[in-house]
């Protein structure tokens, strides 16, 4: 056994055990921990209960978690590894599921418009990244409403959820160590996934890199300043999206130019804020959540070189912003 095999046994041995215990823990405990924390929210006058009914949605996803690992062992055990069908129905029940309490529980609800846009494909998907749910969002909408095929880039620190790992792995996703020395491995990773898609394939990427909030904002603007002061003060006018990072967009267009992919950008307003505990808390005390996702196809760019690219890039991105703003003036 390798070394790297034997530290992925290593940490989804740890994973599935501690989603396990958070499944039984809160399952044996939820009667009264749900009645300590509803009279926690009614002490301070939260009539919309936030603080159960994310202990309620806790349950539901850590008993969904344990039920597509259960699945996913299952195909292993029948030697269905390599079926990348069976494995996608499951990863659409899953976020299929997912969604579904995350309605029940916390009432959030999504209204998708622009559909149109994702066929035909392939496609490359450049989407806003605004919360913890934006990658289950993104295999939602893809499967259960445009019954396509997503292949996403995610970050690497994401195969702590185990379901993710063990599912996620079998599938042409591509994880991401942000923190390497070294992107050109990640890179190429990215190129090949775009490469590689068929005509139901939609591969996506978050180009801001991580969830944006004001103060991301800034200092990002502040690093591409002093190395770039002319690009910082065209992103200036971003009001809502952090900068894009070129690379990996870079590597994913260049790779799906092969396939001759079209170009779609998504953007949503409703999970601004969710980034945090306090936060979530804050939007579960409201009336009912409606997270609202828009899509639209774009021209792709005249080039994959230096500035050009990164031009494009960034007029794509502060089209999206502007889009954010009217989206959200309608709420």
């Not at 041995?13 to 926690?40: E, F, H, K």
């Amino acid at each position: 056994m390798t070394v790297r095999r034997i530290e992925v046994l290593r940490r989804r041995t740890a994973s599935i055990a501690t989603v396990a215990a958070v499944a039984l823990v809160l399952t044996i405990g939820s009667m009264p921990l749900v009645v300590l924390l509803v009279a926690v929210d009614l002490l301070r006058l939260r009539r919309r209960l936030p603080l159960a009914r994310l202990y309620m949605f806790g349950v539901c996803w850590a008993w969904l978690e344990m039920a597509g690992v259960v699945a996913a062992g299952l195909l292993w055990i029948t030697g269905r590894v390599g079926d990348a069908d069976a494995h996608r129905r499951l990863q659409r029940w899953w976020a299929h599921r997912l969604m579904t309490a995350l309605r029940a529980t916390c009432g959030i609800t999504v209204d998708v418009r622009g559909v149109d846009a994702l066929h035909p494909g392939p496609l490359v998907l450049l989407a806003r990244h605004a919360s913890l749910a934006d990658s289950l969002l993104a295999a939602w909408v893809m499967t259960e409403h445009a019954q396509l095929r997503p292949r996403v880039v995610l970050k690497q620190e994401l195969l702590a959820d185990p379901c993710l790992d063990v599912v996620g792995n079998r599938l042409p996703n591509c994880f991401v160590d942000r923190g390497a020395e070294d992107a050109a491995p990640a890179l190429a990773a990215i190129t090949e996934m775009g490469a590689t898609m068929d005509a139901r394939s939609v591969s996506i990427i978050f180009p801001e890199g991580t969830r944006a909030n004001p103060t991301k904002r800034r200092r990002a603007l502040e690093r591409i300043a002093e190395r770039d002061p002319l690009r910082a003060e065209r992103l200036a006018a971003l009001s809502h999206l952090l900068p894009p990072r070129p690379a990996g967009a870079r590597a994913l267009l260049g790779g799906a130019a092969a396939v001759d992919a079209a170009v779609v950008v998504s953007w949503h307003v409703g999970f601004d804020g969710l980034d945090t505990f306090s936060g979530i808390i804050a939007a579960l005390s409201k009336p009912r959540t409606t997270i609202r996702m828009r899509f639209a196809r774009v021209d792709g760019p005249s080039t994959l070189e230096g500035d050009g690219f990164v031009r494009w890039l960034d007029d794509t991105w502060i089209w999206v912003d502007q889009n954010v703003a009217d989206l959200g003036r309608q709420d």
